[in-house]
């Protein structure tokens, strides 16, 4: 099955896409209301809108803010323990049910290793039950996984970073894929290239992954201005891993591809008496 995931409402309707993911709170902040016709989905803690706004932001040990200014990333991040974000959050991701019961996680996690070292998270660990940091951390994240589920009906999608290797994920972003599992019916991993011309690290990080879960995972790929013949590598190669390949923010390339290998496929079948 192909999918795609775009800003543009219209694009859900193609008839090229099995399914579609519409962004209803992306990483620069913007949002817009849920459709009914798309699965739904919520930029948790990566938004650009509230880089000024110093509470909101997740700090390291040496008091530097995860914000896209910052070497490393592309855009800010919250702190996960910040409970009026996190209701404003839920309430997002319940309305986006209401419309449609089907809803994805974007941007769930901390930001990176380090990552966060404010007073509300000093202070939060300082009084739990949990002498580790990290079993800490993922345990933050696990409970908003799980309370964002009781407020999906549907099935519930989350976007995974694309490191397969086992722990890693867990030490970056406090992210216990075996935790959250019980929680998530699909996995998304976005694995992004600018071009696709090569094509032998994806099915690595694809088998990988095929290894690690025991779920079922979609992948993503980027498709703004990649070739098409390039692309359609790049889409046969994730087709055998994952159940669904997805097209990133260029439904008009995505369908491009799809009618380029819909085409391939036609020419080389055969009519006609064995």
């Known amino acids: 099955m192909y999918g795609v995931v775009t800003r543009n409402e219209e694009e859900t309707e193609w008839s090229e896409f099995d399914r579609a993911f519409y962004e209803v709170k992306d990483v620069t902040g913007r ?51 910040h409970d009026r974000y996190r209701e404003g959050l839920l309430d997002i991701i319940e309305e986006a049910a209401a419309v449609n019961e089907d809803v994805r996680l ?95 690290w994806l099915e690595i990080l694809a088998k990988g992954w095929q290894d690690r879960l025991s779920t079922p995972f979609s992948i993503e790929l980027y498709a703004v201005d990649v070739d098409v013949d390039d692309l359609s590598k790049a889409v046969e190669v994730a087709d055998e891993y994952a159940e669904t390949v997805l097209f990133g923010y260029d439904a008009s390339n995505a369908r491009a591809t799809i009618r380029r290998m819909n085409a391939d496929a036609r020419e080389g079948q055969s009519f006609g008496p064995e």
């Open 106 to 200: 974007d941007d769930v996690g901390f930001p990176r290793d380090e990552y966060c070292h404010c007073d509300r998270c000093e202070q939060r660990f300082a009084d739990s039950e949990f002498e580790d940091w990290s079993a800490w951390r993922s345990n933050v994240i696990t409970e908003f996984v799980a309370e964002a589920r009781e407020r999906v009906p549907g099935d519930m999608y989350l976007t995974l970073y694309p490191d397969p290797y086992p722990g890693h994920l867990e030490a970056r972003s406090g992210v216990a894929i075996d935790d959250i599992a019980e929680y998530v019916d699909e996995f998304v991993v976005p694995i992004y290239d600018m071009a696709y011309s090569t094509t032998y």
């Open 31 to 81: 949002a817009v209301e849920p459709i009914a016709g798309a699965v739904n989905m919520v930029s948790c803690f990566g938004d650009n809108a509230v880089e000024s706004e110093e509470d909101l932001l997740a700090f390291d040990d040496e008091g530097t803010p995860a914000t896209r200014n910052q070497p490393y990333f592309d855009w800010t991040y919250v702190c996960p323990t």
